[in-house]
């Protein structure tokens, strides 16, 4: 499983930050450290200097003042502590005769600085080289001023802590901040792929939803993607309709021929063969209707071809059409449409919806009987209503007998293809409308479909 | 060739000394004889300091405590070159106690105890200031005619002593810096602050000043009538006599003051009971007690900006330029010329 795309953002942000933060404390720490030091070097070696230049020659050798104020200051910053020892020619005049000297001999201008461990204590010291005439010769004389460095090291360290809270604030402030990024990011992506998911199972068109540049391959491979499959499909649906066509003209053809030979032939055997013959070309004609009309379903479904029309005009035309086949069963069509029902939708398929309810009810229902068809207003949808004395859905889920190819299980002995329904669902949902079939009260079926009124 | 003689003699002296030991000029002990004592060595006298101890003894009852006088030098030596293992070290040779914590011979104090105190009352965390005392003007009966009011400053102080050049000849007194190490810790903070202290020593150069070792001897010269002016005499001595005898100045031009510190050295024993005793030194009741004691107040920030002549000896590693042997030599020489006049 790939890793979450937001969760890969967040974490490259989060350690950013905190590389980040890492740096800054180290950076501070470093910096103020170097900073500090050169200036307290410049301040130490300017001492130094100044104490070197009391050096004096008298008549009891050598003296030299030193300076408190100077230590004072030079202890002042951070309370350091203050260490010193001059000597001339290779004797301590004064001050610490333990204090380490520098390996480097300084010159007169320039102190040498470095530092030492001493009296449990870093201590950096800035030598200086003067020379003194004593008894006419002249001694070479060096002054060496040490501080620890203590407090400049806690100040640059409490820099540094600063710096690294800083950066523990910026990295803490990464975690909404990336979170906030990441969503924004993946948004786009989001509302793309709820764009996709939004549409309906027939919806084969091209995403036209608006995508950030990033995503526009995506788009166009999907669209690409969504074309080759509308071509797919079309394909097998043209080829369905016309082979539906190509053999409905045959079966007209053989059904025709068996009922003339019906009507000449003399054997009764033969005429019960022929019967049947007829009967069974009936049901493939049917099918072979079905399939045609299934195929115009989905195909209309796609592009709608909407029009203008009535509602209850169309219940009583299709049942009209339908009361041949009513007759020979001896059923009675009761059709029950009070008003106009103006709407707005494809012709062709709310026709197949209605063929489709009112023929199922015909095929399903016994001899002798009625088949109840209304229609009327119900708030802003046309309720059509077909209603039978048939068998029923019998134990089957309505929502199951709605599939393709699905058919119920108390109907072994009736021929059918099991698209009929589906063909009405279809049909239905592609016109923003609902179908549902329910057992109905004292036996028979009740079908209905609810259409959108204009 | 004569300062590597001198060199050695010094040190030769020093090791002498070193085997005999730090002299000690009192040595009391205090609690349950079989307790291991909290030692401490200071250079004040047990009377100043006995409310306070009295008082931490009675709140410790099972502790015992041992309490050495000595001089500061002989303070610093035992520390500082035979480390001996005192707990507390108590001593008004602020530069000395100031060598001491430099040098790294001092452990930090308890910082609860720190905290609070202002940055003129401690060094670090290794020295702190128990007790603060002025140093002041002493004059005696018959310094002043009737008319005439005590000097406030120096100058005035200077004007009062020329105007009566009789008056006072041989009768003014001073420490002597070349004997005491406080004496010398006066004048060079003098002869930084001001210049009016090289035209007093000119004055009283002229005049035959008396030169001494310590506070004690002057103040008793001054009670008997041998001195009329004292200068440069620690307040708490002053203080505690009557008022009678003679009149305390503190000059308004500036007053020094000197601190009295503490510190617990490296070499302690019992670092955590010497820690437990400066945070008592350091609380409310322990400071009332020693300024009970002395007769001074107490550290308080706030007697400064009372006060605003009163100048507290700066605790920080300027005073090592007072130690310093160099710098002392030429200090004493300038003074020297300046009180010895051709």
Known sequence: ????????????????????????????????????????????????????????????????????????????????????????????????????????????????????????????????????????????????????????????????????????????????????????????????????????????????????????????????????????????????????????????????????ALRQSESEAARDRLRRLIRGADDAARSAGQLLDHATVLYRAEQADLAKIDLAEMVRAVANRLHAAAEMKDIDLQITVEE???????????????????????KYSPSDTRVEISAHRIGKNGEILVMDRGRGIGAASPELLKRRFRRGENVADVAGSGLGLTIVAEAAEAMGGHFELFAREGGGTCAKLLLPLS | MRQVAFAAVLTLLASLRAAMGFEIEDDLRFGPPDATPLEILSTTDFVILEPVITAYLQQNP?????????????????????????????????????????????????????????????????????????????????????????????????????????????????????????????????????????????????????????????????????????????GSYAMAWAKDDFQVIELEDYTLTLLRTALIPKSANEAEGAADFIRFLLSDNGKALIARGAGLPAIEAAAFDRNTHLRPIRLDPGLLAALDRVTRQRFLEEWRAAMVQP
Request: proline content about 5%; some cysteine; charged content about 20%.
């Open chain 2, 62 to 234: 099972a502790r015992s405590l041992r309490y050495v006088v000595a001089s500061s030098q002989e303070v610093y030596r035992a520390i500082a070159e035979e480390h001996r293992a005192f707990d507390v070290v108590i001593s008004s040779a602020m530069d000395l106690q100031m060598k001491l914590a430099n040098d790294g011979l001092a452990t930090p104090l308890p910082a609860e105890a720190l905290r609070g105190l202002p940055a003129w009352a401690r060094w670090r965390d290794l020295l702190v200031a128990v007790a603060q005392e002025p140093v002041v003007l002493i004059l005696g009966k018959g310094a002043l005619a009737a008319q005439e009011t005590p000097p406030s400053t120096r100058r005035e102080l200077l004007a009062l002593l020329r105007d009566n050049a009789d008056r006072f000849e041989g009768k003014i007194g001073s420490y002597d810096p070349a004997v005491s190490g406080a004496g010398y810790l006066f004048a060079a903070q003098d002869a930084r602050l001001s210049d009016t202290f090289w035209r007093l020593a000119e004055v009283m150069g002229r005049m035959n000043a008396r030169l001494y070792c310590c506070s004690s001897d002057m103040i008793d010269d001054l009670r008997t009538g041998t001195l009329l002016v004292g200068y440069n005499v620690l």
């Open chain 1, 1 to 260: 499983m790939a890793v979450s795309l937001r969760r890969r953002l967040v974490w490259q942000l989060l350690a950013l930050s905190a590389i980040l933060s890492v740096a800054l404390f180290v950076a501070v720490r470093i910096g103020a450290e170097r900073a500090s030091e050169v200036t307290m070097d410049a301040i130490l070696g300017a001492a130094a200097q100044n104490m070197a230049e009391e050096l004096r020659v008298s008549d009891g050798g050598v003296g030299i003042d030193v300076p408190s104020g100077t230590f004072s200051m030079l202890a002042a910053m951070g309370e350091e502590r203050i260490f010193y020892r001059v000597d001339v020619g290779q004797l301590t005049v004064t001050g610490y005769e333990d204090l380490p000297l520098p390996e480097k001999v300084p010159t007169a201008l320039v102190p040498v600085f470095y530092t030492v461990p001493f009296r449990d204590a870093e201590v950096r010291i800035a030598a200086v080289a003067r020379s003194v005439r004593i008894e006419k010769t002249l001694r070479p004389a060096l002054v060496l001023l040490g501080q620890t460095r203590e407090g400049q090291r806690s100040i640059a360290a409490e820099l540094a802590n600063r710096a690294a809270l800083l950066g523990m604030a910026v990295f803490l402030a990464a975690i909404p901040i990336s979170l906030f990024v990441a969503r924004g990011l993946i948004r786009p992506i989001d509302s793309l792929a709820e764009a996709v998911e939004r549409r309906g199972p027939r919806d084969l068109r091209p995403v036209r939803h608006p995508a950030p540049t990033e995503l526009l391959p995506l788009v166009t491979a999907l669209n690409r993607f969504i074309g080759r499959l509308r071509g797919t499909l079309s394909q097998t649906e043209t080829f369905i309709a016309e082979a539906a066509h190509h053999i409905r003209t045959p079966l007209a053809i053989m059904r025709n021929e068996a009922e003339l």
């Open chain 1, 340 to 362: 106009p029902l103006p709407a707005e939708g494809d012709a062709v398929l709310i026709e197949a919806a209605l063929r489709n309810i009112i023929d199922n009810a015909i």
